[in-house]
């Protein structure tokens, strides 16, 4: 009896182990392709961005751009959060993300590929070792390149490493004895049994948010030649895992603008329209993908091609089905999606509170932020022109709670940027990206003064309403408005540096010669004053009201300086 309860014990614990074991496979597996990823990324990064953000001028060359993107970083999921940032930024239209959105389906298949070349009954982990090795060599390098050349290494090899652990712990576990057991009870479903597969697959993909995962798995299955789970019930799980990706670029787009959330809708559509038109001509689909591998491809012998390639032909077919209807497409989730007034609210345009991007695809997207900041403040110079001509208190009072509301604004635009910020600094980034993020740092910390003291420009005329009823001299107004001229260009010229491409050099003489010309203004203008106070021209305390607002103007000068140079060494 004791013997009995021993075995028993010994059992639970192995499967326990073996579970945990099965597991831990996985996420060998997903850490792999997310290092991978990540090394490609900073490998070519900009360049990534450039491709999506340059190369989608029609639908092909965006369902081509999509393709391109995804195969090299592995990761549908990637792509599609990408491209719901790029048109959260306005960096993309909707049309065109959903051309990539299409080609971003077919160039996930690559995964898929790549595990059936490689097969499982291979000792797929005897070459992960000697690449680890090899990746050595470059990871600790000094050349940030080559770091991320061996980083992709790595990941590739943890992904060989966890691939074949998860074989492995499925044998040990006796996956197979339980699927087919499983299977047993729903084989007589027919189509029944192909829905709930669809349904297992996008829910157990929605779970992981990893469609590549539940491929590698789905084709383990299917390797393992389990009585009643063939090409058919294969395929039905692969056409739910295209359900379940898409659930990733709809968390991500929860807190974006409306075009962001439009282009995730759209993805869903895509993917689960593909999979109704699919499932009404299944079996006849799988035959012909049967007969293509045997008879065209002439592979008979390796079964994982029937399910990599009915991956593969199901994404063409869904894009080529839908590539003439994109336009359709736009309209259909825009009337799902109907357009609101945005009001000037105290948070971020652009980059959303929820999932991040990759890290180093996301620096764009807090650059562009740091224009809306900059744009802000610039709106903000034209209120305090604004105070500086009102005559009624009630007309001034609305100014004076615009521009508090305005530097509230920009106080929580600097928090939200600056740890956003730090967020993608927790990433893997390269040397450039990291520069980048230092001087990024610093122009919301600039901007965020020149926020500040826009509020105390209108505080110092609040100031003067209530106790100096004098206006300021004819005098006094013309250098204030020759001062605020200075200011308004020098704005100018911060958001045109700020809104620029990155890859265009910066003259930043211009920036220099107004910051030049605002001193010496300055200057003049407190010798003047000194001499106007102590001639009797005006009061003292008039006078101070208006050296305060000059000093204030050469405040922001200092500061657009720094931003602008902070700009400018930005890929330095």
């Known amino acids: 009896m004791c013997h009995n309860f021993d075995a028993v014990i010994d059992r639970i614990m192995d499967t326990i182990l073996n579970l945990l074991s099965l597991l831990g496979s996985l996420g060998l597996f997903l850490f792999g392709m997310k290092t991978m990823s990540e090394g ?51 960096l993309m239209t909707l049309s065109q993300a959903i051309g990539v959105i299409m080609g971003a389906n077919v160039g996930t298949t690559v995964t898929a590929w790549i595990i059936s070349a490689i097969g499982f009954k291979v000792n797929i982990s005897a070459f992960a070792l000697p690449l680890l090795a090899f990746g050595i060599l470059f990871v600790f390098g000094g050349n940030s390149k080559r770091k991320s050349f061996g980083e992709f290494i790595y990941g ?68 393992m030649q389990i009585s009643g789970f063939g090409l058919e019930q294969a395929a039905a799980l692969a056409m739910g ?39 009404v001509i299944f079996y006849p689909f799988c035959d012909a993908v049967s007969w293509f591998v045997e008879s065209v491809m002439k592979v008979s012998d390796n079964d994982l091609y029937k399910l990599s390639t009915f991956h593969t032909a199901f994404n063409i077919f869904n ?139 209108v505080r110092t005329l609040a100031r003067k309403r209530k106790h100096e009823e004098a206006p300021f001299t004819e005098d006094q107004m013309k250098k204030i408005n020759e001062m605020v001229d200075l200011t308004d260009k020098a704005l100018s010229q911060l958001y045109f540096i700020v809104k620029r491409d990155e890859n265009t050099s910066v003259d930043l003489t211009p920036s220099y010669a107004v910051e030049d010309a605002i001193n010496a203004l300055r200057k003049q203008c407190r010798n003047e004053n000194i001499e106007a106070v102590n001639s009797g021209a005006y009061s003292y305390r008039l006078g101070t009201f208006y050296n305060d607002f000059i000093s204030e103007c050469e405040k922001i000068g200092d500061y657009v300086v720094n931003v602008v140079q902070d700009a400018a060494a930005m890929n330095e």
């Open 319 to 457: 894009t080529l089905l839908l590539i003439g209807f994109v336009h359709q497409i736009e309209r259909f989730v825009c009337r799902i999606l109907p357009s609101k007034e945005e009001a000037e609210e105290p948070r971020l345009r652009y980059v959303s509170g929820g999932l991040l991007s990759t890290a180093e695809l996301s620096i764009f997207q807090a650059r562009n932020e740091i224009g809306v900041m900059a744009e802000r403040c610039h709106r903000m110079l034209g209120m305090v022109n604004e105070a500086l001509t009102v005559e009624k208190d009630s007309d001034f009072e609305k100014v004076f709670k615009r521009v508090e509301h305005y530097e509230q604004i920009t106080d929580n635009m600097e928090d939200e940027i600056a740890n956003y910020l730090r967020r993608v600094s927790e990433g893997r980034l390269s040397a450039t990206s990291k520069n980048q993020i230092t001087h990024m740092l610093r122009e919301v910390d600039d901007l965020e003064s020149v926020g500040d003291s826009m509020f105390h420009l």
């Open 40 to 90: 490609l990324e900073k490998l070519a990064g900009e360049r990534l961005r450039n491709i999506l953000a340059a190369m989608t001028k029609n639908r092909v060359m965006g369902v081509l751009t999509g393709i391109t993107v995804t195969a090299l970083i592995q990761s549908s999921s990637a792509t599609t959060v990408m491209v719901v940032s790029f048109v959260n930024a306005g």
């Open 241 to 279: 895992q295209n359900i379940g990706t898409t659930i990733t670029a709809f968390i991500a787009s929860f807190t974006a603008n409306t075009q962001a959330r439009r282009a995730a809708l759209a993805h869903m559509f895509f993917n689960v329209f593909g999979v109704l038109v699919v499932l």
């Open 156 to 223: 590739f090899s943890f992904l060989l490493m966890g691939l074949s652990f998860l074989q492995h712990s499925a044998n040990d576990l006796d996956i197979g004895t339980m699927v087919a057991s499983l299977l047993a009870r729903v084989a007589d479903g027919g189509f029944l049994t192909i829905l709930l597969f669809v349904i297992i697959g996008a829910l157990v993909t929605m779970l992981v948010q990893a469609s590549a995962a539940t491929m590698a798995i789905t084709l383990m299955l299917f390797d």
